[in-house]
């Protein structure tokens, strides 16, 4: 399948495959160039370097984070059940096989240069997130969204990373329970059920 898909997105995808299943790092270019059954002319001339297409990639996540929250308002569900959602995918994921953290937090830690590109895109993921959470949570009538917003990505990046290092069967419920719990220390009335 991934033979039709036109030369960039097979890279594309041959490097998603790549870096989700070992790490970014471990991964050469000329491993993605051969996977994705190309040249590496062909590689160069739509990705500069190694950094431009790990750019490409996280930018693709964030993409499809973004494209899956605006389908969840588009559908008119309210803050609550967006939340809800949103704990529920990051629980899911982090308990799927081969699941390996958070690519966000994977790309910081092997990127940990200020000013590299690759933190610019995780930077520009944390901003985003960052801003539905509170918007969220100002729907909700939570005081400080800020604040609470900060809570729950902390909380969410622990889950991230218990997920990989430990038994991620309890991650999603876990996860919602101490969402829940945030939130509601912070509302004025309390949360829907």
Not at 167 to 182: K, M
């Amino acid at each position: 399948m991934t033979a039709q898909l036109p030369v960039r997105d097979r890279i594309l995808a041959s490097a998603t495959t790549l870096f989700d299943t070992t790490s970014i790092r471990s991964v050469s270019a000329d491993r993605v160039i051969a996977d994705a059954g190309t040249t590496k002319v062909t590689f160069y001339r739509h990705f500069p370097s190694k950094d431009h297409l790990v750019v490409a990639y996280l930018d693709r996540h964030l993409d499809l984070l973004q494209e899956a929250v605006e389908k969840e308002r588009a559908a008119g569900h309210d803050a609550c059940t967006i939340l809800l959602r949103l704990a529920a995918a990051n629980g899911s994921a982090a308990c799927r096989p081969g699941f390996r953290g958070c690519i966000f937090i994977n790309a910081a830690a092997e990127y940990p240069a200020e000013g590299n590109s690759v933190r610019g895109a995780v930077a520009r993921y944390r901003v985003w997130l960052h801003g539905v959470v509170v918007g969220l949570l100002r729907d909700l009538g939570v005081d400080e969204p800020d604040v609470v917003s900060d809570q729950l990505i902390m909380l969410r990046d622990g889950a991230m990373v218990h997920g990989y290092m430990a038994d991620p069967t309890a991650v999603a419920e876990s996860l919602v329970t101490a969402g829940r719990a945030i939130i509601g220390a912070h509302l004025r009335s309390p949360l829907p059920a």
